[in-house]
């Protein structure tokens, strides 16, 4: 619960003074001595803390996971492997995707809201796209994929278009010559989050190429992110569409 949703069940009597001093002051953080474990940044985003997996031990993926879980009852963690699934699979609601790489649990189903379109420009830049779904997804958002769209075959796109018209993001994600999104944000009226991926051949530079032609799009209402960013993607076009909800029904 975030410090807005806190302070409204305060104004409708269901919190006490007490509960809010105790969560506003109480241990902003645990020291797991290889981490340091954010537990404010719920009340802070109105999101917990995402764990990134690479890198990390299975051990200290298992140990990050307990900790959150019990504080949150929801987590998510991205680029794991089959190893730090193997570490949590005890954990109850614990899932893993092998494609996206995404890995979460979710003890209790969450009203999905809104409408975030992720769509792809060709089935090699799928993971990337599916790690962009499944966090906007996890999140909360309701999630429609539209995958292997690429303007080299752009009556693919077009013969989904109608389906663009109410979305309140767009997360497009490209590798080669990276031109999905410009067309993308040409076409629809919602915020179009570019994701440049690292498929390509040598003159793609591991993504570079997709990336340039992204932040030189002159299609007005596109913003970009890091190479094969599918989190930062998803996570972002969340935040949109949730602001969205609010306003909506405000």
């Given at each position: ?28 953080y645990a020291d ?23 890198g990390k031990t ?117 590798g080669m010559d ?73």
């Amino acid at each position: 619960m975030n410090v807005d949703a806190l302070l409204e069940e305060f104004r409708q009597g269901r919190v006490t003074a007490e509960e809010i001093k105790r969560q506003l002051t109480g241990h902003s953080y645990a020291d797991a001595g290889f981490a340091r474990l954010d537990h404010h940044r719920l009340l802070r985003k109105g999101q917990p803390e995402v764990v990134f997996c690479q890198g990390k031990t299975p051990e200290h993926v298992a140990h990050i996971f307990r900790e959150l879980a019990q504080a949150n009852g929801r987590v998510l963690g991205t680029r794991a492997d089959a190893a730090h699934f193997e570490a949590v699979r005890d954990l109850p609601g614990a899932g893993y995707d092998p494609l996206s790489r995404v890995l979460c649990i979710t003890r209790e189903p969450v009203e999905l809201v809104g409408k975030v379109i992720v769509v792809s420009a060709g089935t090699a830049d799928m993971p990337v796209a599916e790690e962009a779904a499944r966090v906007a997804e996890h999140l909360g958002s309701r999630v429609v994929r539209h995958f292997d769209c690429g303007v080299a075959g752009i009556h693919r796109f077009l013969s989904v278009l109608d389906d663009f018209l109410d979305a309140r993001a767009v997360v497009a994600v490209a590798g080669m010559d990276g031109a999905l999104p410009s067309v993308v944000g040409g076409a629809v009226a919602a915020p179009v989050i570019a994701v440049p991926t690292s498929i390509g051949y040598g003159a793609s530079f591991g993504g570079l190429a997709a990336l340039l032609t992204m932040l030189n799009s002159c299609a007005p209402g596109v913003t970009v992110v890091n190479i094969d960013n599918g989190f930062g993607a998803g996570y972002m076009a969340h935040v949109i569409n949730a602001q969205c909800e609010t306003a909506a029904k405000g």
